[in-house]
């Protein structure tokens, strides 16, 4: 396999993108490599089961290490399959508030503020009845709030109305803060990954390769430059050889770990796993999180018509007293009863409960990622390090009381029996009694990022520019390269990365604005 002009790691979110995006030039030879399966389950299409596909063949259905804070285990879904974790994923189409992407800036990831990523925000989409200069008018993916509103998620939004709560008319804006209707990735009442906008209207190319069941082993270095990659195909090992550059797209889990498999990584550890050492680069793996997430349970009367859609149709984003001008909560009111699988609570009648679900959108705790053997398609220690920061557990803590406000709005009250979690009965009066419920209601966004960090200096893996520091012809362009998560579901954010992602590679700047 020689003459590609590029190599993409990975046919998930950022994959998809680029692979069409680089294929667009006829004389560019694109290769696309997939470690999942090339049959997609029809329920990925489906929209109100996305929670039946963790733990199945298109999840990689990895679990953290042992949490200091709670004692226990997180589930780690993420895609393998063609499209990725937007495959599997709740389908909420949010971007941050503009201070999330200013704060990349901030940190050294110079020229991606909100400004300089929104013509590439805009690219990603169709945004039918938004604002034009906001919000995309032509582009692959077709995002809008539920068309038929279920009646829970409508009289949830009332009651934060009613808790004084301001109301968002376009969340997605970058400019507001309060609650309103979430874009989402769904069309026509099927799920649209970025497999279904990006790749598939593009795969017969004669330029373009698409394999799967690909397993990436190392990416290849030859005096300081990318040359290719090795992967295996079943038990038989292929290189392929890359004339122009190689893309990382694995994901905030994947990309590195590649890396760390090529002995790119932090030369002490890889030293430990019996890996050659090509480039000690301490950042790689470092900066690991992730928003921290629970929920309010809510025993209803009567029953709670299934959903159709993604069961989030509504979402909020405010600013707690901890974080004046900087949204940091985000709430979610759900048509199921959503909760950690170590806390069960004990449902009044199966079918008959909700969840106001709340998460911390700036985190301050950071974990790792690192290699538990050097073996391809080997599991690693992944280690967010949830609540290992005081902050969050105070944002959190704030988050709590306002989930609860509006579990118990008057809105709310014809779908309201008893609040089942934390309970009518428990005791929250002391900070303990908080911490402690909020360990155990433990159930993440997996919104991963942050392992390849971009920037210029310290523990940066990438420059500005997606290049891996210290390799040529060698970048990195998914969530890992974000320095701190945005302040909303990052698959949005991602689409945007891989826009500008091929525009860095093939040099056309802003040619492609639609």
Do not use: K
Not at 44 to 65: C, E, K, M, N
Not at 205 to 222: F, I, K, M, P, Q
Not at 226 to 250: K, N, P, R
């Amino acid at each position: 396999m020689a003459g590609y002009d590029y190599v993409v790691v990975g046919a998930g979110t950022a994959g998809c993108v680029l692979a069409a995006r680089l294929s667009e030039d006829p004389a560019a030879r694109v290769l696309l490599l997939e470690a999942g399966g090339a049959s997609v389950p029809e329920a990925v299409s489906v929209p109100s089961v996305w929670l039946s596909l963790q733990g199945t063949a298109v999840d990689w259905a990895d679990v953290s290490a042992v949490q200091a804070s709670t004692c226990d285990t997180v589930p780690l879904p993420r895609g393998r399959t063609l499209g990725g974790s937007s495959a599997i994923n709740a389908m909420v189409f949010t971007r941050g508030h503009r201070s999330s992407y200013d704060a990349w800036t901030a940190g050294g990831a110079e020229g991606w503020g909100y400004d300089d990523l929104l013509p590439y925000l805009r690219r990603t989409e169709s945004a039918p009845g938004r604002d034009p200069a906001l919000r995309g008018t032509s582009g692959p993916l077709t995002v809008a709030p539920a068309p038929e509103r279920h009646p829970l998620a409508a009289a949830g939004l009332r009651a934060a109305y009613e808790v004084g709560a301001p109301a968002a008319d376009d969340i997605n804006s970058g400019e507001e803060e309060g609650f309103g209707w979430a874009d989402l990735n769904i069309v026509d009442g099927r799920r649209q990954s970025a497999a279904d906008a990006y790749l598939i209207p593009v795969i017969g190319r004669s330029n373009l390769d698409v394999v799967t069941g690909a397993l990436a082993h190392r990416v290849r270095v030859e005096g300081g430059r990318c040359t290719g990659v090795t992967f295996s195909l079943g038990d038989e090992i292929h290189t392929a050889d890359c004339d122009g550059e190689v893309v990382l797209c694995a994901g905030t889990a994947g990309s590195a770990h590649l890396l760390m498999l090529s002995g790119i990584g932090p030369a002490d550890h890889l030293r430990t796993r019996g890996v050659e050492v090509v480039l000690d680069l301490p950042g790689v793996g470092a900066n690991l999180h992730d928003h921290p997430r629970s929920t309010v349970v809510v025993g209803s009367p009567r029953p709670v018509p299934p959903g159709v859609n993604n069961h989030a149709e509504v979402i909020g984003l405010i600013a707690s007293a901890l974080s004046p001008g900087t949204p940091d909560l985000q709430f979610q009111v759900l048509d199921v009863p959503y909760h950690s699988p170590g806390l069960p609570p004990s449902l009044p009648v199966p079918g008959q409960a909700y969840s106001v679900a709340f998460g911390a959108m700036t985190p301050r705790s950071r974990g790792s990622l690192r290699l538990r053997d050097g073996e391809p398609g080997g599991r690693i220690r992944f280690d967010p390090n949830y609540y290992g920061d005081p902050h969050d557990v105070a944002t959190m803590a704030e988050g709590l009381r306002i989930a609860r406000e509006i579990a118990g709005a008057d809105a709310l009250a014809p779908w309201r029996a008893a609040e089942v979690l934390p309970g009518p009965d428990r005791d929250l009066g002391d900070v303990d009694a908080v911490r402690t419920y909020l360990y155990n209601s433990l159930r993440t966004y997996s919104h991963h990022v942050g392992t390849c960090r971009m920037g210029t200096a310290g523990e940066a893996v990438v420059d500005p520019e997606l290049r891996v520091r210290g390799v040529e012809r060698l970048r990195v362009a998914d969530a890992s390269v974000m320095p701190s998560v945005v302040s909303a579901n990052p698959n949005a954010t991602v689409y945007a990365i891989a826009e500008r992602a091929a525009d860095l590679l093939d040099g056309r700047g802003g040619g492609r604005m639609a």
